[in-house]
């Protein structure tokens, strides 16, 4: 049985400049962010471009979908889902 984590988000389409900090600053207008983490690439260290959000509950975790989901960041429309789990 798959349990899903409905606090977790999935974060695409960001700008090349978002680090870590500037993720959990968007995203707090949602509510408190407990993690947010732009994946970046092993060895250039460069981001790929998406990364993933957990919120403290499932309801920011919506809130957080439902009003930053196409929003403009830096000139860029970013793509704000419910992370999936990781499939092997």
Known sequence: MIFLNN????????????DDNKLAEIFSQAGTVVSAQVIKDRDSGRSKGYGFVEMSTEEEAQKAVQTLNGSDVSGRQIVVNIARPREN
């Open 7 to 18: 606090k977790k988000l999935f974060v695409g389409s960001l700008p090349w400049e978002v």
